[in-house]
């Protein structure tokens, strides 16, 4: 595969993850000193934001019915983006927790590493049939340290 005009072997996509992480957290040092201290939305603003989106997650595209959905900013918070009705948009809470302050590189890396494991999996290959049971343990594991208000797993 290609990135960023390199060719990636298999064996480089560890060093690749560990470069986009190193990446992430320097943008996020570099702009600590700007960010500002988040305010609760009022529930016209949260309304607000919902509609933007037509009450879906703008992450998975699913409709959003429950109320711990999250107003997640558009350009990240940790990058310095604006705690204001206009940078944010609706998310689920599972999407939100999951996106984390990943950079589009980081994002586009992990949504192909995932279809192509999906893939692995339908296919019962050898590493799809360990990856499955990997990582449905993990997910059982998550489950029960997780606060019972957060909500069922997607
Ligand atoms: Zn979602």
Redesign the pocket.
Known sequence: MEFEGKSIAGSDLPALIDELRLRRRAIKAASKQSVKARVALTNAQRAHVLAKTDN???????V?SESTWHADHVFPHSSGGAHSVDNYLP??A???SYRWDYTPEDYQLILKLGVWLKGEILRETSTGKQAAEKFVKKQVSVAKRRRPSFGPE?
Request: aromatic share 0%.
């Open positions: 879906r997650c703008h992450i998975c595209g699913g959003i998310a689920h599972v999407c939100n997607a």
